[in-house]
T-cell receptor, first 113, second 112 residues
Framework: NAGVTQTPKFQVLKTGQSMTLQCAQD?????MYWYRQDPGMGLRLIYY???????DKGEVPNGYNVSRLNKREFSLRLESAAPSQTSVYFC????????????FGPGTRLTVL | GQQLNQSPQSMFIQEGEDVSMNCTSS?????WLWYKQEPGEGPVLLIA?????ELTSNGRLTAQFGITRKDSFLNISASIPSDVGIYFC????????????FGTGTRLQVTL
């Protein structure tokens, strides 16, 4: 069991470039989440998918799009990266019935120049 | 957005000391969780609390779900060097199924 995996681990972009962050989980979890973590601000929810086929905005969705490709995979896309999107991005998943016990991936450290 | 007030922001303690940190909010939470994050890693769940007044232990860690449902605390007894990291509280607000709100973290440093 790999748990929650994320790729890439590090990425540097120039302003205006696009990229997709990949996330996959092998725990048969229903719900998946994307967070960003900035210094001194904890984790903030960008988008989540409560179940396959559904996605909803979180606290800070502007500048991002998501795709729940199947039950295992949930990707986050930056269409036109901005320096304000420099952050560490975490994907998480949870099975139904255990509210809150989210399992996190190792993170993607993104720098936008 | 909804915020959890977590304190203290950082702690510098000696090995063997006990540690206490807490989270408070003006809103009612259904679930309280405590996570630990080490450098370069994602948060790892330490303790989950589901009922007001619940007191749960995980080794040297003990956490409680406040009676008012608006706060929680985490205690670490007899700290050791591997306790170093950032500790986050997180709560699931009533009526927001599956979504968590995170505190800003307590950075713990342990000296020998």
């Amino acid at each position: 069991n790999a748990g929650v995996t994320q790729t890439p681990k590090f990425q540097v972009l120039k302003t205006g470039q696009s990229m997709t962050l990949q996330c996959a989980q092998d725990m048969n979890h229903n719900s998946m989440y994307w967070y960003r973590q900035d210094p001194g601000m904890g984790l903030r929810l960008i988008y989540y998918s409560a179940s396959e086929g559904t996605t909803d905005k979180g606290e800070v969705p502007n500048g991002y799009n998501v795709s729940r490709l199947n039950k295992r995979e949930f990707s986050l896309r930056l269409e036109s990266a901005a320096p304000s999107q420099t952050s560490v991005y975490f994907c998480a998943s949870i099975t139904s019935g255990r509210f809150g016990e989210q399992f996190f991936g190792p993170g993607t450290r993104l720098t936008v120049l | 957005g909804q915020q959890l007030n977590q304190s203290p922001q950082s702690m510098f303690i000696q090995e063997g000391e006990d540690v206490s940190m807490n989270c408070t909010s003006s809103s009612i939470f259904n679930t309280w969780l405590w996570y630990k994050q080490e450098p370069g890693e994602g948060p790892v769940l330490l303790i989950a609390l589901y009922k007001a007044g619940e007191l749960t232990s995980n080794g040297r860690l003990t956490a409680q779900f406040g009676i008012t449902r608006k706060d929680s605390f985490l205690n670490i007894s007899a700290s050791i060097p591997s306790d170093v990291g950032i500790y986050f509280c997180a709560g699931q607000l009533r009526g927001t199924a599956s979504k968590l709100t995170f505190g800003t973290g307590t950075r713990l440093q342990v000296t020998l």
